[in-house]
Antibody
Framework: EVQLLESGGGLVQPGGSLRLSCAASGFAFSSYAMSWVRQTPGKGLEWVSA????????YYADSVRGRFSISRDNSKNTLYLQMNSLRADDTAVFYCAKLSCSSPSCYPFDYWGQGTLVTISS | EIVLTQSPDFQSVTPKEKVTITCRAS??????LHWYQQKPDQSPKLLIK???QSFSGVPSRFSGSGSGTDFTLTINSLEAEDAATYYC?????????FGQGTKVEIK
């Protein structure tokens, strides 16, 4: 059974940093690209970033490029999202999602984690 | 950016009734359209991929159709457990975009 378990969310002041983790199990982690998708009541579902199975290719939404960094440790079956220079409009539930093959453009998202809430507020 | 517009935004339906949700793309996306179900306080789950292919384990009452710019998600004989928000998602233009969601309530 595919399982994705996010952690690392919380309350952070504007300008602060946070690192999200996503522990994966139930599939050959290194064979699949992974992505982060966030959800807010106002903007709905928004793709944030993606990384190939081998970690040699990464992509970012314009809204987070230069502030967020996606990475993965295939020896630990874990996906990460380092978030710096956080802003109020980064407040969202962040989901990790598995893609359908090793390429970051291999849609759809076939499995999602339960999500972790990130709140940016002073 | 390709914009996906779902209709209706909200639907209140009695059990066993048929539900139809539409998703219109701002430009042609072929069959690169996927549907997800999100129940309250849960994460999205894949229902239909590439317009009409059912994902593993999804009940047969869920089906999808369409191509180009107009797509439909149909739920035949709605069950109480189908109360959820349904999202369409296009992957024709990387990195993809989502519709605003359609909330289905059980009367």
């Amino acid at each position: 059974e595919v399982q994705l378990l996010e952690s690392g969310g919380g309350l952070v002041q504007p300008g602060g940093s946070l690192r999200l983790s996503c522990a994966a199990s139930g599939f050959a982690f290194s064979s699949y690209a992974m992505s982060w998708v966030r959800q807010t009541p106002g903007k709905g579902l928004e793709w944030v970033s993606a990384i190939s199975g081998s970690a040699d290719t990464t992509y970012y939404a314009d809204s987070v490029r230069g502030r967020f960094s996606i990475s993965r440790d295939n020896s630990k079956n874990t996906l990460y999202l380092q978030m710096n220079s956080l802003r109020a409009d980064d407040t969202a539930v962040f989901y990790c999602a598995k893609l359908s093959c090793s390429s970051p453009s291999c849609y759809p998202f076939d499995y999602w984690g339960q999500g972790t809430l990130v709140t940016i507020s002073s | 950016e390709i914009v996906l517009t779902q209709s209706p935004d909200f639907q209140s339906v009695t059990p066993k009734e048929k539900v139809t949700i539409t998703c219109r793309a701002s430009q042609s996306i072929g069959s690169s359209l996927h549907w997800y179900q999100q129940k309250p306080d849960q994460s999205p789950k894949l229902l239909i991929k590439f317009a009409s292919q059912s994902f593993s384990g999804v009940p047969s009452r869920f089906s999808g159709s369409g191509s180009g710019t107009d797509f439909t998600l149909t739920i035949n004989s709605l069950e109480a457990e189908d109360a959820a928000t349904y999202y369409c998602h296009q992957s024709s233009s990387f990195p993809g975009t989502f519709g605003q969601g359609t909330k289905v309530e059980i009367k």
